[in-house]
């Protein structure tokens, strides 16, 4: 990390990681809300703690947000106290009502439409968003709404408590930055120069560039630079684009020619048509970003791709639509008990149109009447939403062809799905064990981008792949999807659930495996893919509970039409 | 609270840089609301939520009666729910309505009103967005992850043009027409068919690929941003050219002639595609014809179909999982066959 720590910016005794934590919160409350905010993933403890602790050099009021927080709390709402109290409506103040810096904790679980609301709040750079990721696996990350408008990411993962001394913010550098940073001179090239920069590490988004420009005035200004210097832009740079890269930045032969010495265009920097002096070559600052990626990057790219994977948005892919709470229905009559939540608006709107006629005959003079049968409960309908987890043979003995008719079939059935409500995923087996291509999803595009890859050959590890199988299902049914496997397979499992070849063993570890899907109470057709119907994968989809279809020589279109027929009763019931 | 908030105009609409597309769909529904809404898809940070918000400060302002929840032209047309309707009227910005996600069905539709049925006991209905909207815009961002409960109340609305309220012992029914704009990331999840079939047309934005073109992204960016009001004098100018264009293109749409030959060339088009109905081939002479008016053509012509015919058409052909060149190469292609 060349240019951390900072001579003006950062202390002596801070570790050079220490310092970027310090140096980008600076910079975060010199201009909160230019900035977005902070993605921070951490686990929660005091190396966090230190971190949201000095938050409060921000000039705005922290407020805590979780995910699971309504609309009611964000935008404000009814007051159903004070409303009766008083017998006239009155209104809550929401969280966005005032500018402030919302911190999200568990913002991995953060939903969709959550994601969305903040989204939107940001893009009026009033708030700054501080959002507290405690991931746990790769998988379980910031919506990409959001992580898209932060301009700062930090990881404390790697950070050891002996280095988290107390974070001594400047708070006078901090306000003296906050007064000149909107004023500095910028180089036309810094424009320039972050926007090749981003687009050589794979950043499409064009906010990254942006968000980084911004950056580098805040940095300029804190570093008590006349104008954005070529330092500022590199650090920048680095803080802000060395998680979003998507790869890794090619050398710099390979770059595209930077672009002709400044077309200045219509006028809209004052007389800046002169040669720049404080040109930023866009190869020093692609290398100080390169040098900060081994660190920062290596996980994040990892990261990304998962998130990516799992449906971007959500992160955790958790909240699709329709099954986060189920699709409401209207309250009906009935006394809240254990699972069942009073609907208060809707209590009230029951009682409501009865007032005056009992306020005339009440004995006791109240502002609202409610009986027992105003009682209202909220309801949601069952969640019917399928998954179908296809676990597919790529093992030698299996054609590949079939492999190529099961991913036809994936996507036959995917571009079907949405009528139906299915989700569709992907186990493929071979070699040593079983990987899940492809977690549940229900986007087109992505499936075809995973698909495309997936190769085939090696041994028929049966027993990992029925284990991936049921790991992917239950995570399902804790979403609230029915899963449903279709595996397709000529039943010669020949690897060890270790990976060692050895088919007695494999066979028997299979049995187990199928054992434990019926028990978990999952349905499932097996389709055998071998020239002749094995009677051992007959045996195999008994214990599975599983319909047995045997199917040679299949086509995507055959494959996907049996599916659906042998899948229909099973929908029904 | 420390610096107060100055409503700043949106970024404006001729500012955005490149996204043809996009900016061209916009403007068509503009000139003929009758279009029925365009559907962005896209990358992310693309500016597909600027543009909706630009479009509303670029469309020409309606005449409504003040205080009307529904945005009514006549006194006569203002629903008898409505509160605090006077007999003026007002020129107000053409509404665009946001419709978050995880909105609930009562802000969408309407409801009782608490208030007035505590304190008064009365049964008054409060108006929901889908009332705000008449006469305008309905905007969905992420609208593929809209829950399935509020897309089949817009498809029902969206069809009849009418919101109908039966709950809490209501009875009400007002009008609702509205544009629908909604835009999203196709990577998080697919839009159901029926939906999609409501947009009249579809566009895909994706970054700019080259330096340049992004690089100029940045600039005016952070134009709009640091000198605030030096860049609003210039664009403001260029977005006041554009709304005479709109204003001036729905003038000519009634007079503009269109050739049988270009009804020939739509039937054709859209057999040779095999689109469902003949929606996609109403929209595309509707756009079509929009699009020749903006030009300023007296008629509309080949080279206007050819130019709306992916947007117009692209969302609505059965997919094909398989053809791996998606469905705006789809129609490119046919549309070389059938109109070369």
Known sequence: MTAIPDPVTALPELSPAWARVRLALMALAVDPAGLGGLWLRARSGPVRDAVTGALTALPLPVRRLHPSLGDEALFGGLDLTATLAEGRQVRTEGLLAQPSALVLTMAERCPAGLAARLAQALDHPRHCLVALDEGAEAEEALPGALADRLALFLSLDDIPLAEAVPLALDLEQIAKARARFLKLRVPPRAAVTLTGVAASLGITSLRAPLLALRLARVLAALRGHAGVRAEDVTTAAELVFAHRATRWPEAAEDQPPPPAPDTENEGDSDGENRPDPGDIPEELVLEAVRAALPEALLDQLAIARAARATGGATGSGEARPGHSHGRPLSARPGRP???LRLDLIATLRAAAPWQGMRRKTALQDRLVHIRPSDLRIKRYQERNERVLIFAVDASGSAALARLAEAKGAVELLLA???????????????????ELILPPTRSLVQTKRRLAGLPGGGGTPLAAALQMAQDTAV???AKGLTPVLALLTDGRANVALDGTPGRARAEAEAVVAAK??????FAGVVIDTAARPQ?????????LGAAYLPLPRATAERLSSALEAALTPLQAG | MTKTHTPRQPFPFSAIVG???????????????????????GDRGTGKSTAVRALAALLPPIEAVEGCPINAPRRDLCPPWAQGVTDRMVTKPTPVVDLPLGVTEDRVVGALDIERALTRGEKAFEPGLLARANRGYLYIDEVNLLEDHIVDLLLDVAQSGENVVEREGLSIRHPARFVLVGSGNPEEGELRPQLLDRFGLSVEVTSPRDIETRVEVIRRRDAYENQYDKFMKT?????????NQILAAREALPKLKTPGVVLHDCAALCLALGSDGLRGELTLLRAARALAAFEGDTAVRRTHLRRVAPMALSHRLRRDPLDEAGSAARVGRTLAEVLP
């Open chain 2, 235 to 243: 664009w403001r100018v260029m977005d006041a050219g554009l709304r």
């Open chain 1, 416 to 434: 079907r799905a949405y009528a139906r409500r299915d989700h569709v995923a992907l186990i493929a087996f071979r070699g040593a064990g079983a």
């Open chain 1, 337 to 339: 008990s254990a699972g």
């Open chain 1, 535 to 543: 009677d051992g994968l007959r045996a195999l989809s008994a214990t």
């Open chain 2, 19 to 41: 996204q043809e597309d996009m900016k061209s769909a916009m403007t068509l529904t503009a000139i003929d609301p009758g279009i029925g809404g365009v559907l962005v898809f």
């Open chain 1, 475 to 477: 995570r399902a049914r």
């Open chain 1, 516 to 521: 434990a899907w019926r028990r978990a109470g």
